[in-house]
T-cell receptor
Framework: AQRVTQPEKLLSVFKGAPVELKCNYS??????LFWYVQYSRQRLQLLLR??SRESIKGFTADLNKGETSFHLKKPFAQEEDSAMYYC????????????FGTGTRLKVLA | EPEVTQTPSHQVTQMGQEVILRCVPI?????FYWYRQILGQKVEFLVS????????KSEIFDDQFSVERPDGSNFTLKIRSTKLEDSAMYFC???????????FGDGTRLSIL
């Protein structure tokens, strides 16, 4: 079965501390993985996709097929990073629907 | 930057009534989706739509649900006879091509009384 697991509902870190938001997936084929961010009262916005391998707002994520993980990392958290973060999996063919994790709320403390 | 727009932002409806949620996807996008999020739960896929037909639907998307693209711009989700458990946030999304990232609207909060 296709599944995305984000084990932490809430992650609190101090400003300037490193951040790692965990995402594990279960999928038998070749998935596409995404991170979306939702700031307070705003829409879901694409943060990263695994195939682009870029860094957005200082965040990076590497797909580890051996561990079936796609963890989101940032070396130095900023207060404006406080938001809800969702990991999503899409098939690489067919309808491309997303399967979402339950989300992790990141709180960056001053 | 173009955006997906959804109306209304909040809809309150009596149980058993019909409701139509509206979405205007980004203009050159070809793939359209509806998702929902019940309070405190994950975002769940409802239905995908491509080439003027449903390409996939979830178990949630039963006979009470339907989607339409009545013209070149709107994409609607209709719930024929609402139930209390339909109360949720409904998100519309679109993408330019299959496999391209989906762009989401702000959502419609549906409250069934």
């Amino acid at each position: 079965a296709q599944r995305v697991t984000q084990p932490e509902k809430l992650l609190s870190v101090f400003k300037g501390a490193p951040v790692e938001l965990k995402c594990n997936y279960s999928y038998s084929g070749s998935p596409e993985l995404f991170w979306y961010v939702q700031y307070s009262r705003q829409r879901l916005q694409l943060l990263l996709r695994h195939i682009s391998r870029e860094s957005i707002k200082g965040f990076t994520a590497d797909l580890n097929k051996g561990e079936t993980s796609f963890h989101l990392k940032k070396p130095f958290a900023q207060e404006e990073d406080s938001a809800m973060y969702y990991c999503a999996l899409s098939r690489s063919s067919g309808t491309y629907k997303y399967i979402f994790g339950t989300g992790t709320r990141l709180k960056v403390l001053a | 930057e173009p955006e997906v727009t959804q109306t209304p932002s909040h809809q309150v409806t009596q149980m058993g009534q019909e409701v139509i949620l509206r979405c205007v996807p980004i203009s050159n996008h070809l793939y359209f989706y509806w998702y929902r999020q019940i309070l405190g739960q994950k975002v769940e896929f409802l239905v995908s739509f491509y080439n003027n037909e449903i390409s996939e639907k979830s178990e949630i998307f039963d006979d009470q649900f339907s989607v339409e693209r009545p013209d070149g711009s709107n994409f609607t989700l209709k719930i024929r006879s609402t139930k209390l458990e339909d109360s949720a946030m409904y998100f519309c999304a679109s993408s330019a091509q299959g496999g391209q990232p989906q762009h989401f609207g702000d959502g419609t909060r549906l409250s069934i009384l």
